[in-house]
């Protein structure tokens, strides 16, 4: 009896032994020093943040050997040249949003947000589930020597400030409009004036006048900018970024050197960041939101007309893109079939319960 006791604590012994061994395979992994070069303010703490929190977890989860440090838009590189700085391996990450770089090619919208494409759940199905995230790296991020990762999201923006009430799609003609991207120029068949101005540069240009509106991202961030300052009219849906996601980029090569468990690590960790930024958004968004309308800012929705008008700009521009570019052709055809059966099935669930609780709670 006392044998098989001895036995049996020796075998419990071995086995403990064993598994307090485990961390040794994580303290020979090599120590990584790498830069991250954001997009982003320090001050827009949601945004900056999502690299942030990367960095972060990555450094608690290998016990403070893969550390990243993440620096600020124009601490290293200005912050819409991030995408090059990682592809020439200036620094060997990038946190930034995939859209910004539609100049190179208009396929680079994909990674984050087209006009009237997918939501932030939608994205995350489509990236996540629905195969997305193989075919935008396969088809197009291998091919800029990137390794795409999903970091942060803001969900549906607003559609921004006006001084004076967009009731047709005539009001829209020469109006000089601060938007970006696809958007800016679908707004252009309809007679917008779309400007590309930096953040910091908007308010500025609202007071003076020199702008009619802008978009921002919402009220949270929009609030930080003082547009409720400058501009009476708040307008939302924001159609052009309905669930627009920033990114982390890891260099190809310095991606492929990863150890297994690093690059576990890393898709974790943006993961995480993935879904928190979008939970600091959803809680921020509501109190601003509450603080704006206090204070005399008017929320309205964009009339149907205006929606469908600038819907169809949307359509022919895709088509025109889709004519001149098989690659932007082939992943708006992937992820437009997703959306369509993704929709019927959305609009059933938040969608209709969404709508019914406005009418009770609000
Ligand atoms: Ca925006």
Known sequence: MQRRDVLKKATLGAAATTTLAAPAI???????NWRLASSFPKSLDTLFGGGQRFSDSLDAMSGGKFKVRAFAAGEIVPGLQ????????????GHTASYYYIGKDPTWAFGTAIPFGLNFRQFN?????????????????DKQGIHAIIVGNTGV?????????????????GLKFRIGGFAGQALAKLGVTAQQIAGG?????????????????????????????????????????????THIFIGKKAWDSLPKE???????????????????????????????????????PFPKSVMDACYKACMELYAETSAKNPTFKKILEHMT??????????????????????TVRR
């Open 82 to 93: 991030v995408a090059d700085a990682v592809m020439n391996n200036t620094v060997e990450v």
């Open 337 to 358: 079939a997703f959306q369509t059966a993704s929709t019927n099935w959305t609009r059933l669930n938040e969608g209709a319960y969404d709508s019914y609780m406005g």
């Open 262 to 300: 690093y690059q576990a690590m890393a898709t974790i960790a943006a993961q995480e960041a993935n879904a928190h930024m979008m939970s600091r958004y959803d809680a921020n968004n509501a109190a601003a939101l509450k603080r704006l309308i206090a204070g005399g800012t008017k929320v309205l």
């Open 125 to 141: 199905a489509w990236w996540l589930e629905g195969g997305g995230r193989d075919l935008m790296q396969k088809e197009f991020y």
């Open 201 to 245: 540069e908007i308010y500025q240009a609202l007071e003076r006048g020199t702008i009619d509106a802008a978009e921002w991202v919402g009220p949270y961030d929009d609030e930080k900018l003082g547009f409720q300052k400058v501009s009476k009219f708040y307008y939302y849906p924001g159609w052009w970024e309905p669930g627009p996601a």
């Open 157 to 173: 923006q607003m559609g921004g400030w006006f001084n004076k009430e967009i009731k047709s799609p005539e009001d829209l003609k």
């Open 26 to 32: 994580v303290r020979a992994q090599p120590t990584i």
